[in-house]
């Protein structure tokens, strides 16, 4: 298996909704990304899962909670959000603690907040 | 820090052209260098990296990239243009030594035309 599979792919949420993005990936890969990517941008990172913990959390509102209950899955938990939150939401892992292999993304859950 | 910068937002080649998307990279450590292609509504795929060892690396879907420290760059070709080249590509850069960060430049949007 050498997927990282997201769900839900599409989610419409309200700005007073609690929802959840999850990720999950099978290769053994003990690194895990959240990165965020608005139309026609790169992506931009928002959290690193090394071992289940998390080493990097790069200034993200704490409307965003992400939780990694296992080596195989990553969550992101939403709150509150706003519409200027809506966007892709890529999921990635890669081997060890470091990215000199390269990531593997999923496809993305597509956010719309209303 | 490292980072990557390419050259041209859009790229537009006829079917059959050589394609040549630019990627110059800044770190003060020797890099890894990858490219990722994301086609519409989807995540990102890795089509090649460098790491070391050989400059010439060759990809999937007919693609390759040189490394040239001389020139810190580290340009896609791809001798013959098809179609369904037509995509979203990111040239990334990451930190020999480790560390969980990849660092995507702006991306260039290729278009293939008849």
């Known amino acids: 298996d050498t997927e990282v599979t997201q769900t839900p792919k599409h989610l419409v949420m309200g700005m007073t909704n609690k929802k959840s993005l999850k990720c999950e990936q099978h290769?053994?890969?003990?690194?895990m990304y959240w990165y965020k990517q608005k139309a026609k941008k790169p992506p931009e990172l928002m959290f690193v899962?090394?071992?289940?913990?998390?080493?990097i959390n790069e200034s993200v509102p704490s409307r965003f909670s992400p939780e990694c209950p296992n080596s195989s899955l990553l969550n992101l938990h939403l709150h509150a959000l706003q519409p200027e939150d809506s966007a892709l939401y890529l999921c990635?892992?890669?081997?060890?603690?470091?990215?000199?292999?390269?990531?593997?993304f999923g496809s993305g859950t597509r956010l719309t907040v209303v | 820090a490292q980072s990557v910068t390419q050259l041209g937002s859009h790229v537009s080649v006829s079917e059959g052209a050589l394609v040549l998307l630019r990627c110059n990279y800044s770190?003060?450590?020797?890099?890894?260098l990858f490219w990722y292609v994301q086609y519409p509504n989807q995540g990102l795929q890795l089509l090649l990296k460098?790491?070391?060892?050989?400059?010439l690396v060759k990809g999937i879907n007919g693609f390759e990239a040189e490394f040239k420290k001389s020139e810190t760059s580290f340009h896609l070709t791809k001798p013959s243009a098809h179609m369904s080249d037509a995509a979203e590509y990111f040239c990334?850069?990451?930190?020999?030594?480790?560390?969980?960060?990849?660092?995507f430049g702006t991306g260039t949007q290729l278009k293939v035309e008849l």
């Open positions: 990635a892992s890669s081997q060890a603690d470091n990215a000199n292999y390269g990531y593997t």
């Open positions: 990334a850069v990451s930190r020999t030594g480790g560390g969980n960060k990849l660092t």
């Open positions: 770190s003060s450590v020797p890099p890894y």
């Open positions: 460098y790491t070391t060892g050989a400059t």
């Open positions: 290769m053994g890969h003990r690194a």
């Open positions: 899962y090394s071992y289940e913990k998390l080493s």
